[in-house]
Structures are given as structure tokens and as C-alpha cells.
């Protein structure tokens, strides 16, 4: 099944449009780790969310806990959609073999090993970011440490 050029053109940029929307998702996500937030609960304030950068632990309040997840939730189906968009609108992709390619063109690849790499690192980052708000972290942190939360 091939698609038209006006309509593989078309893909392209909403993919791009995606891609660049993603990016600014993402950048909104992480710029919660640098804002200056204070590293005591704040109740008076409503600052009882932690978050973990990396063992400094750091207090936002439920607005910005909520802004900061639908970041990452909204860096990752945009991230989604673009690659579907690639995908589509890359004439060589073949939806039974996903690595199969008839002319020696790697859009497809890049653009699948650029996701398992960005995948992987918001595993890495996220890692931090759930919690039980019970005194204990989960995942438990690989030093042995438990930080208390109240």
C-alpha cells in the first residue's frame, strides 16, 4: 500500500508540528526540577507533593504536581503520534515487519531507536517521580535510603 506524495508531505509536517509540540511538553515536564522549590513540606501553602531530583527531595504543590504530569503525558503522546506519522508516511514501512525495509533507507530505524532511547530516559527520570506519600519511596532507591516524605 503506498501513499501519495500530498498526503505522505502532509503526515510529515503534523509529524514535525508533533515532534516539536513534544519537545516543548517535555522541556515544561523537567523545568519543575529547577524552579528553586523548597526542600520542606509547606502545608500552609499547599507545597506536599515531593519530587525526587535524584535524591534532593523537593515540595510542589498539587497544581504543579498536575501540571507537570500532564507535561510528561503530553510530551509522550505527542512523541507517539509523530512516530506513528513517520511511520505511515514512510513508503518502505511495512506494518508485519517493522524492520524491514526493500531500499536501504533508515528513516524507520532512526526514528524507532530515537523512541526506545527517549523511552528509556523517561523511565530513568520518571523513576523519581512516583510515590506513595506514606513515608517510603517505590521504587525503593538503588542506596538502600529511604527518604522521608512528611
Known amino acids: ?76 503522546v505527542l512523541f507517539a503520534v509523530a512516530m506513528a506519522l513517520v511511520a505511515i508516511a514512510s513508503a518502505e514501512f511495512c506494518l508485519l515487519k517493522l524492520w524491514y525495509l526493500p531500499r536501504p533507507n533508515g528513516d524507520v530505524q532512526v526514528a524507532c531507536a530515537v523512541g526506545i532511547i527517549i523511552s528509556v530516559m523517561l523511565a530513568i527520570i520518571g523513576r523519581g517521580m512516583f510515590h506513595d506519600h506514606s513515608g517510603t519511596q517505590w521504587p525503593p532507591s538503588l542506596s538502600g535510603t529511604r527518604h522521608n516524605l512528611r
Open 1 to 76: 500500500m503506498r501513499t501519495s506524495p500530498a498526503s505522505r508531505r502532509a503526515a510529515k509536517v503534523v509529524a514535525m508540528t508533533c515532534s516539536i509540540a513534544a519537545l516543548v511538553c517535555f522541556g515544561f515536564a523537567i523545568s519543575f526540577y529547577y524552579r528553586g522549590l523548597p526542600d520542606k513540606p509547606q502545608p500552609a501553602v499547599g507545597r506536599i507533593y515531593p519530587l525526587d531530583n535524584h535524591g534532593l527531595i523537593t515540595y510542589m504543590t498539587e497544581r504543579e504536581e498536575r501540571q507537570q504530569r500532564r507535561g510528561f503525558i503530553g510530551f509522550g
